[in-house]
């Protein structure tokens, strides 16, 4: 996946600075049905900062998901 | 408590044309001299180019923000400095805190002191805090110190692009705008300060998710900022 700019989307790339989780998490619990992690429900929910990038990923992986 | 490190990301904006130093670490205890694990700062276009990427010591008690964003602010009006800070828990049960001076070169106006606005992380998974936070305010003090006022607003977000509305409130008037950044981006509002005879009260900013919001106000003939100061969380 790519982002709009053109580059690779990074799975060490931090994208809630609140619990922690990773692209790489969120691509790997997408890919695996495993979302939302057990340890990892409330990102987007406290700072709120990554909400939108959380939503695009999540739209992004899920299209990305075995059927 | 737990070794791994927790993440803060907090951001200014800077001008050319001004002293501007920030504080890494603003220190509460003189005996217990406290770091940060890491420190990187990024600097951004109003478009959301990325400018230069620099790793800060977390050793220093101080960073000349100015010296450091002067290249890559050369020829604009303003960068957005995005300062990304790991940090131990155990060290800081909260979070850290950075802290900003700003005094415009040869200027009689009086320096400003000012609190790093964080936009990603400062409510750890760790601290029992429900705010909510993506709606944020600012009340205007009376007084002619500053002439104009403007808002601050920039998208942290790596992909997602922002759509937030700007209210601005006059007595029982309000104006509202709508407000659309990519990626990185960031732009200056200006703040009418009159409207239907009432002078500007209060500013509200709504978004899908917290922004890097500040207010400013500047003396009307020479432009120096007189107020530079983050927005705060509407609900608690």
Redesign the interface.
Known sequence: MATEGGGEVSDGLLLCYCTMLTVGDLRSACRDGRWPLPDKEPTGKLCTGCLGDLLYLLRAFEREAPA | MSS?P????SVTYVEPGYRHVVELVHQRDPDARRRLRSLDLAVYEPEGKLLAEVSIDPAEETLDLAAVTAGPAAGRPRVMAVFDARYDERIFPYRPHHYGFLHREGSSSAPLYYAVG????????RVD?SR???FETYVFAGGPFAERHALLLGN???????LAQVFAYYGPERVVRDVSLP?KAHTEVTLEPEHGGRRLERVEIKS???MATYVTGRRATSGDLVLFDHLFTFFK
Request: charged letters at 5%; zero cysteines; proline letters at 11%.
């Open positions: 791994s927790s993440a803060l990301l964080a936009v990603l992380g400062g409510v750890p998974q805090n909510i936070n993506n942290l977000a790596r992909f997602a692009p922002a990626p899908l998710f917290r």
